[in-house]
């Protein structure tokens, strides 16, 4: 990338600091262009599907097959009247929603889309996805505490504990894969993939199989989607944390839901499902396309889950994730460590 | 290091409020998300049901009582036609009583489906309620045939019903059994069965059946508690003696007796049930009038009576006075939910705030009944 | 057991607070001195062979000269009802002992009550209004009810309030 933004220079007849900011601008203006369609298309195919599972249409005025709907409805919500509500901390208030967004926004910077289209080929990539995620918690806990709404508070506290909580089965499940790779790179991680499908990290020992159900269950929960999502749960809550956020306020939250949720599902291709290797040597396919498409499977195994299931209350996500995910997080991280000493050869 | 202060946190949920099915109010006292104490609050739906009565005729009455449930309007009718016919002591044709019955029980299917769906939702799995609409659908189409609305029906009338059978309704409704029977097992799959949904409800909310009886608490909500009554069968009214049915009782299995499980479990039972009725009614429907209208409705001067029958939500009583006029002195309704409601307070307490959503949901009141 | 009986029970136990027994009627009922109806309700309940289990229904009636309360009780072990009627003057907001500490189902229904009609019941543990607003003035079942021009504001003039 230094290079990239060296010969851009050069070619612009610069300084060097400009290409580079150039370079800046454009890898963030892209993965934010991601992030929005990405965002976009999958409320589109939410509603689509949640209308199958329901026996219903789901959107179709709005273009046809109703795709044009997400549209509309974000220019509906640019329009809303922007409510903050008397008694709220108004800076945290409008600060929170920007915080979760970014935290999003910010994790896809390293995601490595094919072995050379990536915005940041971060070393320690992992550990920064990780980072990222619970940095979600404090625009989560700012939101809840700013809207002075004890809904939104007892949102937010469940949000937080919840957050915190997984991600320490998701860390676990995440190191599992670096035991094997060696690496905290994405990149690196996939080309440790490449070749045959059984090559991929959850083919590669029996703990690796068991770590990417244990990602992928961590995820949703961070992610806050059924049968997880305690922090927002209707029923409950009215909408938890967000309840006071209106329009466009409302809509980063929504954004950065729907961004988390390509995100989890584009780590979970990478570390497990072999990223952007087709899994059959030979097969002329754009890495890129690969593993979006491997995500976008994942996706609609979450929205098929979240139409599917009823939520679980408090005390039992937290019993679910203390009481069998970290045992079970622990157990596998020590299995693959293991496997790895016995059959140095597999992985 | 200096002791943390705490306090309890009073938290107001409703008057719109996702799972308060309406416009409902609960004041709880939460510490932390454990709900200590419930205050509820009622009227916001208050619209002057019983000095309405007072200004009008009985038949004028009856398109009122629809907007009592309005989840169950053909219920509503047929409790107060059958006060009116007391007191008047009126014969009904043999038709009109099957149909009666056979419109009541399909209400009541259409209820149960709106209560299990809604459960769904409140356990936050929104697609069973869509299944609800779904299948209630049908159930309303059949009433639109028959009487012309789809949800206030003002179908009864003192002396029968309004308007007979159309043709082919009894086909249709064969049909209907037959599917419904299918997709029953559809919830099951969904809920019943489910594991997250049975933690959510298995030992919440758990009304004794000391406190049911003491708070009047009735219909399938009694029934969850392991107290074997229907009034149907323990105080039959119209031409109920001659169906044969079970009355669900909350058991030990999944759910402890009178938990969230037992009250969705009875309703999930319930609906097999009254299509049992359903088919039963429709085999001995006889041919001949569906109404014998008396002359004038003037009960004799300063009669009265309670009438009570068992509605999908419970017992539903009208009490009627009469001062000889063609307008009533009082007509006084108990609602089921009015009185499970004021149940909440002895049993709701020491729970989650997502228990307590439970057990208010199973509890199926519908605010129109509860403020009238 | 019959409504006979039960009558026959009541005037036995508490002789001249016991008014008026009728049983010419579709329900039976009997009229109860007012001060005496919350031992007669705790009476019914605990008795074992009369073991009234349940209020079915509290309701207020205005009969234009005075007020009453009539209480529909049931049997759900002895499968009888009874039915206990009280009267009070319609000057104020007479009193009446509660029943709420013999069912717990009778805490609403005196509160709908005393909305309604302006019942005062002596020793209720949260008598307030509870279908009207606690700012309503006057008691809407009131036969003489009359309907307010306003409410906080609102203009209620148009409504026609067709005299009964």
Sequence with gaps: MREWGRSLAQTMHAPEWVGQVTLMVIGAVAVFLIMALAALAFVWLERKVAGRIQSRYGPNRAGKFGILQTLADAVKLLLKEDIIPAAADKSLFILAPYIVFVATFAAFVVIPWSSKLYVSDLDVGLLYIAAMGSFVVVGILMAGWASNNKWSLLGAMRGAAQIVSYEIPVALAILTVVVLAGTLNLRMIQEGQSGWFWKWYVFQSPFTFIAFFLYFVGSIAEANRTPFDLPEAEQE?????????SGMRWAFFFLAEYGNLLLVSLVAAVLFLGGWNVGIPGVPIPGALVLVAKAVVLVLLQMWLRWTLPRLRVDQVMAVCWKYLMPLAFGTLIGAGAWKMLFPGTA | MSEVRTEEMVLNMGPQHPSTHGVFRVELVTDGEIVTETRPHIGY???????HAEHLQYTGIIPFTDRLDYLSGMNQNFGFVLAVEKLLGSEIPERAEYIR??????NRIASHLMMIGHMGTDAGAITPVLYGFRDREYILDLFEEVSGAR??????????VIADLTPGFVEKTRKYLDYLERVLNEFDQLLSENKIFRGRTVGVGVLPPKVAVDYAV???NLRACGVNWDLRRDEPYSIYPRFKFDVVVGREGPGVVGDSWNRYWVRVQEIRESAKIVRQALDGLPEGDFIKAPKSIRPPKGSEVYHRTETPRGELGYYVISDGTPTPVRVKVRSPGFVHISAIPAFCTNMMVADLVMAMGTLDFVMGEVDR | MEPKEIHERLSAKFGGKILQSVLEAVDPYVVIETSAIADVCG??????????????CLSGVDTKEKLQIVYHIYSMS??????????TTREGEPSVPTVSHVWGTANFHEREAYDMFGFRFEGHPDLRRILCPDDWEGYPLRKDYKYPDFYRDIDNRQVDTRDV
């Design chain 3, 43 to 56: 009476y019914l309940k605990e008795d074992p062979e009369l073991a009234c289990d349940t209020l079915m």
């Design chain 2, 101 to 106: 019955v056979i419109m009541a029980e399909l």
């Design chain 2, 45 to 51: 739906l208050h619209r002057c049901f019983e000095k």
């Design chain 1, 237 to 245: 809550l009215t909408a938890g944390f967000h309840t006071e956020y």
């Design chain 2, 151 to 160: 949800l206030l029906y003002n179908y009864y009338r003192v002396g029968g």
């Design chain 2, 218 to 220: 009735t219909g399938p």
């Design chain 3, 78 to 87: 002895r499968r009888h009802r009874v039915v206990l009627k009280v009267e």
